[in-house]
């Protein structure tokens, strides 16, 4: 895998002005209170229907359970609705949802709570009401990381190709991936999910460019190697994670991962040498995550550039000889997989694979000297 180089530039300036704008708005929607003191409580359980759910208020938050599902719709001092939020149907066992529903359990009676289970259904229901109205934002402004302003500028560091896979469009259609989940997170070992990083969702520096067939691949997952996670009001925190998966942006994690030809339709990412064994586990995880061994079409592509590389390889070695001649063809063998290793070169890190582990000292020498 190759590492992405920005070079320290930026994305265009009316871009990032739109951006920031809509990051204001969700940080003004992380401030919302939903307190005790400020509103009024109702508790419905056993309700069959949505509609069901009490229609108007004022200062009011209403918590339901419609057919088992929790539902939280919250009037604000002019009667509006500013929260209705409904418990996915395949929500996880941490989930605010759930949390709420396990308090409510046998205490769906508000004349028998107790002030300090009142004060909980506020705080999930503070929270519940935040990831709501973050979620209506970024649904709402979700064009922005596609708007041809980003996405193009990011295409162009890499000359098109996948930061992923280094596949142009040829294999599957280009996405703008957030590599830190925007909605929830997931662990594709323990199933275990949490809320998504909602305050980096405009934040180019979190982007990258992926193939399509592995951005759905990786979805939501993001494992981390220990329990270490950011928070929206500590930016260094993101620096003190640890996530499994390889970031393309980290040129010495980047070059964990290398390639191997098994046939003629077969060349596949693999451990690069000499990686620990804590590299080895996150590269092993980030290819499963990512499915980069998992369409026939890419490791195909992979195989043709590589037997390209062996045909210059082979070009090199049969050029043998003091003659003039055998150093010209030698030299255009030198060229070609020059050209193949190029930063901006489709599967260049395919090539360099290759010739480290195909070719003779003195060729990868001439290759790769600056």
């Known amino acids: 895998m190759r590492g992405i180089r920005t070079n320290g530039q ?3 300036a009316d871009w990032l002005e739109d951006a920031q704008h809509v990051t204001d ?6 401030r919302t209170t939903v307190t005790s003191s400020a509103f ?19 200062a009011l938050v209403v918590v339901a359970d419609v057919n088992g599902k929790i539902h939280v719709r919250v009037f604000d001092n002019t009667g509006s609705i500013l929260v209705d939020a409904s418990q996915p149907k395949n929500d996880h066992k941490k989930s605010w949802y759930v949390q ?9 009676d508000q004349s028998k709570l107790k002030l300090l289970e009142v004060k909980e259904i506020f705080r999930l229901c503070e929270i519940i009401s935040r990831r709501y109205l973050t979620a209506a ?18 295409l162009g560091l890499f000359n098109n190709k996948c930061w992923y896979s280094e596949a142009q ?46 951005n759905v691949k990786k979805s939501d997952v993001f494992p981390f190697t220990d329990l270490t996670r ?11 994670e640890c996530p499994v998966l390889i970031d393309p942006l980290v040129e010495a994690e980047a070059r964990l991962i290398s390639y191997e030809w098994r046939d003629e339709e077969n060349c596949v990412a693999v451990r690069s040498g000499d990686v620990t064994p804590e590299q080895a586990l996150r590269v092993d995880r980030t290819i499963e995550i990512l499915g980069l061994n998992r369409l026939p079409r890419l490791n195909e592509k992979r195989a043709q550039f590589w037997d390209k590389c062996k045909l210059a390889i082979a070009d090199y070695k049969g050029a043998n000889g003091p003659s003039c001649f055998a150093k010209i063809e030698q030299a255009k063998a030198t060229a070609t997989l020059k050209g193949m290793i190029k930063y901006e070169a489709e599967f260049s890190s395919v090539a360099e694979a290759c010739v480290w582990k195909t070719a003779p000292k003195p060729l990868s020498s001439a290759v790769f000297a600056q």
């Open 137 to 154: 934002i970024i649904e709402k402004n979700k064009k922005l990381w596609t708007d041809d302003r980003v996405r193009n500028w990011m």
């Open 169 to 214: 469009d040829s294999v599957s259609s280009i996405h703008v991936d957030h590599f830190r989940p925007k909605g929830c997170v997931s662990d594709d070992h323990t199933a275990d999910m949490s809320d998504g990083y909602w305050w980096l969702a405009f934040n180019w520096k979190k982007y990258r460019i992926g193939g399509q067939l592995l």
């Open 100 to 108: 709420l529903a396990n308090l409510l359990t046998s205490n769906w």
């Open 40 to 58: 009024r409580l109702e508790l419905l359980p056993s309700l069959s229907r949505v509609s069901d759910v009490t229609q108007t208020g004022s």
């Open 10 to 12: 930026t994305p265009p």
């Open 230 to 240: 950011a928070t929206h009001d500590d930016p260094p925190s993101l620096e003190k």
């Open 25 to 30: 708005e969700l940080y003004a929607a992380e």
